[in-house]
């Protein structure tokens, strides 16, 4: 069966200690991968797609990239206001559609 | 321009009792999906709406689950007879194009469903 697996499930980080995420996933025929951050009491928030094999992404101090079996995101010199749980998310063939299949997440704290 | 928006934002039900929870999507998007949001869980896919027809509802865990677009914009997610198992939040998130998985989509806050 398919699946999307992240790791590590919980990651404690000190202001400015750089380190990656990581999503490994089994579906064949890949037709993206998405990366959310998701706050406290809030739903997730779109961070990156990416496409194919190699491709990058970046926003502030967030990089995605991607290979044929994972995705990392890594965070380069983390401020507290990046904890947050990240989840990454792939369309898997269900049900007649391809269904958006989330990671169970990251949870990331920062300590200042 | 406003975002995804959900109401109740909280929600205590007494076991077997029916809810309604609505999602106010993002004007003009054509995809509306619903997840449910375990603690500590990512979202599970429950139903997908392409304008007013309901595409996908291979994740709905009973017929006690009931969701609709008449209009193609506002949907509401019911549940009857609730039980203890679903007390969870509920995620509603909008995609300006069609199809489930190649876009992003843009989620609400969620509705809080406790069961007692």
């Known amino acids: 069966e398919d699946q999307v697996t992240q790791s590590p499930e919980a990651l404690r980080l000190q202001e400015g200690e750089s380190s990656s995420l990581n999503c490994s996933y089994t579906?064949?025929?890949?037709?993206?991968l998405f990366w959310y951050r998701q706050d406290p009491g809030k739903g997730p928030e779109f961070l990156f797609t990416l496409y194919s094999a190699g491709e990058e992404k970046e926003k502030e101090r967030l990089k995605a990239t991607l290979t044929k079996k994972e995705s990392f995101l890594h965070i380069t010199a983390p401020k507290p206001e990046d904890s947050a749980t990240y989840l990454c998310?792939?369309?898997?063939?269900?049900?007649?559609?391809?269904?958006?299949?989330f990671g169970r997440g990251t949870s990331l704290i920062v300590h200042p | 321009g406003a975002g995804v928006s959900q109401s109740p934002r909280y929600k205590v039900a007494k076991r077997g009792q029916d809810v309604a929870l609505r999602c106010d999507p993002i004007s003009g998007h054509v995809s509306l999906f619903w997840y449910q949001q375990a603690l500590g869980q990512g979202p599970e896919f429950l139903t997908y709406f392409q304008n007013e027809a309901q595409l996908d509802k291979s994740g709905l865990p009973s017929d006690r689950f009931f969701a609709e677009r008449p209009e193609g914009s506002v949907s509401t997610l019911k549940i009857q007879r609730t039980q203890q198992e679903d007390s969870a939040v509920y995620l509603c998130a909008s995609s300006a194009a069609p199809g489930t998985g190649t876009y992003e989509q843009y989620f609400g806050p969620g509705t809080r469903l406790t069961v007692t």
């Open positions: 579906v064949s025929g890949l037709r993206g």
């Open positions: 998310a792939v369309p898997q063939i269900g049900g007649g559609s391809y269904i958006p299949t």
